[in-house]
């Protein structure tokens, strides 16, 4: 395949809803282009995008495929991705290189949350959007009711561009509106028709419509405007002409209907998207920033060769590949590249198209292409590639954060290194997903965007690096406190033959305001103890606040006062002071009502007025209060309190209690008192565990 003119391209990804039908559409695409010679099934695991071991598995897309294939001359970079909402942040990266986003929308089912969030990120990159109906050819599907849903939605100007003729189970003819034709396909897959003019009341709708459409047009530009009302209308050139412009102004949202799965009107929808989809000439010019931090513009008819990854993988026997979309000049097979974003000169080395897991060789992809290269020592997924003499560096996404937290438990000892090397080249390849060694809990924690994505990430784990790990509820960020005033009096004494080890420390403690910390003070007098051992006293509560004292958990909000010892002239040192003010401040802990502070999460719930009810009660369940509830454009937001405690896979449920539509985020807020009858419970668990180890 020669290289295209940037005009000439069409990167496009295919969003949607879980189910919408992306895959099976990307299928007939390939199928009517030729690319492939008959459909592939997602049950027989036989389609060209969904390859991987766990999409096979599954059922699912769970990674972007990249595809291509030419049509009118026209080549399109598809991007097949997942629709899944744990795997949104995959839709979210091809939108970011995309130049238009193709929304499926699967008739019975209607808009779903997926239909709602891959919108909102095509608005926010400021892309146009196409909307496809499919799925004509099920039982009591209603075109009217989908496309005023979409209009409720998407806002009036969604217009559709052909009208099922016979929609439900023998579904195969359309009317399409541009040609005013009935357009009657074949039945076999091939995406093969014949057409002929409408006639009857199918003619009346369909010149209806086309009129309709020609005011569109006309309103979305003042010149055509003026040529409408002084021509009375538009030449059939002019209107057409008006179609991509109106198009990428987002003057009016084109609607499409077809059955992937039977090929059935995907011709027609590609014709459009060949003649009328947004290419990179249409957004010549991208911001990003220098090397000084500064702003830059990238333009897409310069020389310099300007790249981004927006996605890396793992391919077995095939080793790392990263997409990647060539923004300005040529990026060819040997060139050397600067990553500004790692500050590292990478060698690119061989250049591919792709169509799922085949791949063909090319030695150069031009401004505006999209392709994937091989083996790059130290690219991730957002990274820059540029000349090193002229730095910058693209925008990359800003990925949501994780809504789901888990423990990785080794089964077996020895694999920690193979497990770090693992989690570190599955965050570098997937940005969405997030890891962290906490030394407080003493546990690895994972984070990802769903229960499904944080099987996935473990079962590539497990698999791509040989170690064998589960997943386990992580531990909670107790804290200890106290709730009165207490003294201690410790006297430590040590003799083994030579110096021994001498020193008494006297404390008070008291509570102390909340978020404040450990304050610590002296107040000695006279000579009792040498000023140089009050640091050592100090060292030594600071050890036993971060061990904790009464489950293990770090101390918090205690004022603490050194107020009297005695030392010994040869005997007592440093450890000698550190030991005593360890165990002083332990007793007195221990006498002054101490008692366990939990975390409170703050969260953001957005569900349907529907599913209020249930969210609350589930929230009340979990010892959750509502704080305020706002109304979105179409969901409502409930602001809530929560204990961590309550919260594990607490994802997982509200899509459970909201058919999948609920989505929330939360953040630590604050410290709460435990009650008593739980706090008995981490009390007995924690010294179960010492006893255990």
């Known amino acids: 395949m020669a290289n295209h003119r940037s005009a000439d391209l069409r990167n496009f990804a295919i969003v949607g809803h879980a189910s919408s039908g992306k895959t099976v559409l990307s299928e007939a695409m390939l199928a009517c282009s030729g690319m492939i010679n008959r459909m592939g099934r997602i049950a027989d695991g036989t389609t060209v995008s969904d390859y991987h071991v766990s999409e096979k598995q599954r059922q699912i897309s769970t990674q972007t495929s990249l595809l291509h294939a030419t049509w009118m001359d026209k080549k399109f970079n598809i991007m097949d991705t997942p629709g899944y909402l744990d795997f949104m942040s995959e839709a979210l990266a091809a939108l970011h290189v995309a130049d238009f986003a193709l929304v499926t929308i699967q008739a019975q089912h209607g808009i779903g949350v997926g239909t709602e969030r891959v919108s909102n990120f ?112 538009l030449s059939e050139e002019e209107f057409r002409n008006g179609i991509h412009a109106a198009v990428q102004r987002q003057h009016f949202t084109p609607l499409f209907c077809i059955s992937a799965e039977t090929n059935i009107g995907v011709a027609r929808l590609m014709d459009f998207i060949a003649k009328y989809g947004s290419s990179p000439v249409d957004r010549p010019k991208v911001t990003a920033l220098d090397a000084y931090g500064k702003e830059a513009e990238v333009e897409l008819t310069s020389a310099e060769p300007i790249a981004q990854v927006f996605k890396t993988m793992h391919e077995e026997h095939f080793g790392e590949l990263s997409f990647f979309r060539v923004y300005s000049g040529t990026v060819r097979t040997g060139m050397e590249l600067y990553n500004s974003a790692r500050g590292v000169t990478e060698r690119i080395g061989q250049i591919y198209r792709l169509n799922g897991r085949d791949r063909v060789a090319v030695g150069e992809l031009s401004s505006g292409d999209i392709g994937a290269a091989v083996k790059l020592k130290d690219t991730h997924t957002g990274n820059t590639l540029c000349l090193s003499n002229r730095q910058v560096k693209l925008p990359a996404p800003d990925y949501p954060k994780p809504s789901l937290h888990a423990a990785l438990q080794p089964r077996a000892k020895g694999e920690e290194d193979k497990i770090a090397a693992g989690l570190a080249t599955l965050h570098g390849e997937d940005p969405a997903f997030q890891f962290m060694a906490d030394p407080e809990l003493r546990q690895t924690i994972v984070a990802a965007q769903g229960e499904l994505h944080l099987d996935v990430v473990a079962e590539r784990l497990r698999r791509r690096f040989n170690v064998h790990v589960d997943l386990i509820q992580p531990r909670v960020r107790f804290r200890e406190t106290i709730k009165a005033n207490a003294e201690a009096d410790y006297r430590h004494k040590k003799q083994s033959g030579g110096a021994g080890q001498f020193a008494q420390v006297l404390l008070r403690i008291s509570p102390a305001t909340r978020d404040s910390g450990v304050a610590f003070s002296e107040s000695l007098s006279g000579q009792c103890v040498d000023r140089v051992f009050v640091t050592s006293v100090e060292r030594g509560i600071q050890h036993a606040c971060s061990e904790g004292i009464l489950a293990g958990y770090r101390v918090v909000d205690v004022n603490v006062n050194f107020y009297d010892g005695k030392m010994h002239p040869v005997d007592s040192n440093d450890i000698s002071f550190q030991v005593a003010g360890y165990w002083a401040f332990k007793e007195a802990f221990l006498k002054a009502r101490p008692c366990l502070l939990e975390p409170i999460h703050s969260l953001e719930i957005r569900v349907p007025e529907d599913c209020v009810g249930k969210v609350i009660g589930d929230l009340s369940s979990r010892r959750g209060r509502v704080v305020g509830m706002d109304a979105g454009s179409r969901l409502q937001i409930i602001h809530a309190l929560a204990p961590a405690r309550e919260l594990y896979r607490y994802a997982s449920q509200l899509r459970s209690l909201t058919g999948g539509r609920g989505l929330h985020t939360e953040e630590f807020s604050h410290y709460e008192d435990l009650p008593a009858e739980l706090e008995q419970q981490v009390v007995e668990s924690a010294k179960k565990a010492r006893l255990n180890h």
Do not use: C
């Open 122 to 233: 095509a608005d926010h990159y400021g892309i146009p959007k196409i909307l496809v109906v499919n799925a004509m050819d099920k039982q009591n599907t209603s075109f009217d009711a989908v496309l005023g849903d979409a209009r409720a939605y998407f806002g009036p100007r969604v217009f559709p561009l052909n009208v099922p003729v016979n929609p439900g189970p023998d579904f195969n003819q359309i009317l399409d509106v541009l040609r005013n034709d009935i357009v009657t396909y074949e039945t076999a897959g091939r995406g093969r028709y014949t057409e002929q003019p409408a006639r009857g009341s199918w003619k009346d709708r369909v010149l209806q419509l086309h009129r309709e459409l020609i005011e569109l047009i006309a309103e979305s530009d003042d010149t055509l405007l003026t040529k409408f009302f002084d021509q009375g209308g």
